[in-house]
């Protein structure tokens, strides 16, 4: 923990105006055309009296009718061609926007047509006598390399990316477990890959490096699993496949992923995980084929897509499911019948239950967390196409897991601040059917995530602001952070354990950087990596209440993640965190340009600390302040 005292209020050098440019509209009049008025020959051949050199003006009367009627021809043969041409633009217009959709189509499926008609979309041309110019170099010699690589890259994403959440000494599996599991639930055989539609992952086969579900994972990783199982939910798949629509309605895929959010904000969800009376109905004796193969995996998925949303709290739930499902976020009968199913052939057995949560959202999963049956919780988001091999090798200890949670995984979301102002809001007089235009209301300002959780939390321990009012409570009783919070921002486990110190700190506030030195030392049995997170809290002062200015508690203002570190072996990262971090917006400072609003730092004491987790920083910070466990 380090403690530094500005003494001087600074303001940021750098401002923001709006600026408004008039836009000029320009205008082409244009004259009506002019008519050409024809000449009959009876007025052509009128005569009036006194008037000198008749055959003179009877000629110039006939030459202008019949000047006038060629006139009209052409002007019928202008009008007939232009009607021809609008026709031919009408028609080549219409061609090239169905031209346009279709090759957008085929462009989406283009690697699915070309294995289904055995064609390529594209050919390489060599210039073998080394002449044109080279406009891109490749780091790869050939396109199995890059495949390769790509291979490479996306499995050390997720290996470095999954969240070990909770782990009784389950994890990892021994070499004899391996032959022993049971892959229970349905998105253990048709997870959720990535986003739908717009992100899922491409089949890639007959490659150096095909894309792999979790089963084809798990099969060239060594592993052996239940057949029953896997013959069992195979029967189920035409029965729980969807179909999904882009947002325009213009691609209809048929998928497996069951969990897909709604298609408009507001809508509902239903959860058809299939439950055991489903797989009592379609397989009898299932259940036998859990003897052998006792260690438990059920797979929990949400998915993720573009135009689709979780409507917080009931609303977001179908409730003529009648899943006793409070959240689309939460669990539901089905689900939690799966897992007492599988609960109880753990306590037959002696084997083990693990579940993953394959999603990106912050799912409400307390119960998870104190069911004591659970052994292990892993997150392992949307592991794409290459994933899977990682997940593997954490759940056999090839990979000590190092995954940090990016959000705050609260026991009730519906009652955070930002989902107060949630839901489907559109606009007034508004063609309906255009479900985008719609207005998202952000009224909770900076209290979102870790920033509202962790600072009212530590102003119910400074007892600031009313903190443990009953209002945002889960439990409509005073507001306790333990009763709030599952699993906090930055929060996982490891298979093996670390220190981390602050070693030194030095601000350079001419050039706007925080220097930072951390030692962190492994003290466990196993190898691993570990993520240093480094966070600040700045002071909340009587100008910042008196002005308005929001401020959260504590502020993670850099990260990093070490080298593989074996037992007894210790790495320093060194971090050069932007001072920007720290500041906050002040709507009443003047600023460079003479006009209000900028950043400011404000005079006061500033607590620089590393945590594991948003709240594990927080906690340093109090305990510096002098408040104890029995103040938190």
């Known amino acids: 923990m380090e403690i530094i005292e500005n003494q001087n209020q600074t303001q940021s050098r750098d401002s923001y105006r709006a600026v408004s440019r008039a836009g000029v509209a320009r205008r082409t009049a244009l004259g009506a055309p002019g008519g050409m008025a024809g000449v009959s020959r009876n007025a052509a051949f009128a005569r009036r009296s006194g008037e000198p050199d008749r055959t003179a003006r009877y000629n110039a009367a006939y030459n202008a009718a019949v000047t006038n009627a060629q006139v009209r021809r052409r002007a019928r043969r202008n009008r007939a061609f232009q009607r021809l041409w609008r026709g031919f633009l009408s028609f080549t217009a219409s061609a090239a926007a169905l031209l346009l959709s279709a090759a957008f189509i085929v462009n989406a499926f283009r690697a699915d047509l070309d294995r289904a008609f055995g064609t390529s979309s594209f050919r390489v041309v060599t210039n073998t006598d080394g002449s044109g110019e080279a406009y891109y170099s490749s780091d790869y010699a050939n396109t199995g390399e890059l495949v390769r690589a790509v291979a ?168 003529s499911r009648n899943l006793n499902q409070s959240d689309p976020l939460g669990l539901s009968d089905s689900e939690r019948d799966l897992i007492r199913a599988a609960a109880d052939a753990r306590d037959m057995t002696g084997g083990k239950l693990i579940v993953l949560l394959n999603t990106s959202n912050p799912m409400e999963i307390q119960e998870l967390a104190d069911n004591t049956a659970i052994d292990a919780v892993l997150q392992i988001g949307f592991p794409g196409g290459y994933g899977f091999y990682a997940l593997c090798d954490i759940l056999d200890g090839t990979v000590n897991p190092s995954g940090r949670l990016c959000d705050t995984w609260a026991v009730k979301n519906s009652v955070s601040p930002a989902a107060q102002n949630y839901g489907f809001l559109p606009w007034d007089h508004i063609d309906q059917e255009n479900h985008i235009n719609s207005a998202i209301i952000q009224a909770e300002g900076i209290y979102t995530g870790y920033k509202y959780y962790e600072t009212r939390y530590f102003d119910s321990v400074t007892q600031s602001g009313g903190a443990d009012s009953p209002v945002g409570s889960s439990t409509g009783g005073p507001w306790q952070y333990s009763r709030e919070i599952t699993y906090p921002f930055g929060y996982g486990l490891s298979y093996t354990n670390f220190i981390q110190s602050l070693d030194d700190l030095e601000i350079n506030l001419s050039a706007g950087i925080i220097h930072a030195s951390v030692t962190v030392s492994n003290t466990g049995n196993t190898p691993g990596r570990d993520a240093v997170q480094l966070y600040a809290s700045a002071p909340y002062t009587d100008y910042d209440r008196e002005h308005g200015i929001e401020k959260s508690a504590i502020q993670l203002i850099d990260y990093a993640k070490t080298n593989i570190l074996s037992p007894g072996q210790s790495e320093t990262i060194e971090f050069h965190a932007d001072l920007k971090y720290l500041s906050s917006w002040d709507s009443n400072a003047h600023n460079a340009v003479n006009t209000q609003g900028c950043y400011i730092l404000d005079p006061g004491i500033y607590y620089f600390t590393v945590g594991d987790g948003a709240h594990d920083a927080v906690n340093h910070v109090l305990s510096a302040m002098g408040y104890d466990l029995n103040n938190g």
Request: negative net charge.
């Open 152 to 319: 490479d890259i996306s499995e050390q994403i997720s290996a470095e990316g999954i969240v070990l959440l909770k782990n009784n000494g389950a994890l990892p599996l021994s070499s004899n477990e391996k032959s022993k599991i049971s892959l229970m639930g349905f998105s253990s055989y048709h997870p959720v890959t990535g986003g739908i539609p717009g992100t899922g992952v491409t089949p890639n086969y007959g490659t150096d490096a095909d894309t792999v579900d979790f089963t084809a994972a798990l099969k060239q990783r060594g592993f052996e699993y239940n057949p029953a199982l896997e013959t069992l939910y195979a029967n189920l798949f035409d029965f729980y496949s969807t179909e999904i629509s882009s947002p325009d309605g213009s691609v209809t895929i048929t998928s497996p992923a069951i969990t897909a959010p709604a298609n408009l904000p507001g809508g509902a969800f239903s959860s058809r995980e299939p439950s055991p009376s489903v797989l009592d109905q379609t397989m009898p004796r299932w259940r036998e084929s859990l003897e052998l193969y006792n260690i438990y995996i059920i797979t929990l998925a949400r998915a993720g897509s573009e135009n689709g949303n979780y409507t917080p709290g009931l609303d977001g739930v179908n409730a």
